[in-house]
């Protein structure tokens, strides 16, 4: 397989959260009746929202037919040092070819761009070297792709009753239990996806 997902040029470059944004620190939680397998029970942590636009990764979905020991191995980058193999996330459905590391600020880069005070995003081969010879942050989720909005486009989704949002914790962000997330973060905000499918299910 012909990998060739992240480079030392590929730099994320979206605006960030704009001062005020409402999805500071937030995951949008699917609601059940989202249309489309793409982000059906999907959880995604917002990375950058403003007037142009929003983009995120999606935390909870994985791309089983990537390994990410292999993407190394592409890469010509040792993986001696790694503990596991890391799971490879479908990011979102655009730019699938792109590679991005939601991480902690423990390990930082000049391309390193600061969603808040302890989470970052980088999208450059450096990061892949640092994790595969033990020495990448502390946590971090890799992911191919990511979810884009156009100007005003999520607002409209929010007041479609397409998501719903929740404070973002290191567990939801983080968490290698992906099949359970989805609950999780609606049990966060109290609420039960059964009560909630039965409330859909009578709008």
């Known amino acids: 397989m012909n990998m060739k997902y992240i480079t030392p040029q590929n730099k ?20 059940p ?3 489309g397998e793409t982000f059906a029970r999907s959880v995604v942590y ?13 935390v909870n979905q994985r791309l089983p037919e ?11 980058l040792p993986h001696s040092e790694l503990k596991m193999d890391p799971i490879v996330h479908f990011g979102g459905p655009v730019e699938s070819g792109r590679g991005f590391v939601l991480h902690s600020i423990d390990f930082k880069r000049e391309e390193t761009m600061f969603i808040n005070s302890h989470i970052g995003i980088t999208g450059t ?3 892949l070297r640092a994790i595969s010879e033990g020495q990448g942050p502390s946590k971090s989720i890799f992911a191919l792709g990511y979810a884009g909005w156009g100007p005003g486009q999520l607002d409209a989704e929010m007041q479609a009753n397409a998501w719903l949002t929740v404070p973002a914790d290191d567990e939801l962000i983080f968490g290698p239990d992906l099949s359970n997330k989805w609950e999780k973060a609606l049990m966060k905000m109290g609420i039960t996806p059964f009560a909630l499918s039965s409330e859909v299910g009578h709008a």
């Open 46 to 58: 917002i990375c950058a929202h403003s007037p142009a636009g929003a983009m995120g990764l999606v």
């Open 12 to 31: 994320m470059n979206p605006a960030l959260l704009s001062e005020g944004s409402p999805y500071k620190d937030q995951l949008l939680v699917a609601m």
């Open 66 to 76: 990537v390994k990410f020991k292999d993407l190394l191995a592409q890469l010509n």
């Open 125 to 127: 081969v450096d990061i």
């Open 33 to 35: 009746g989202l249309r």
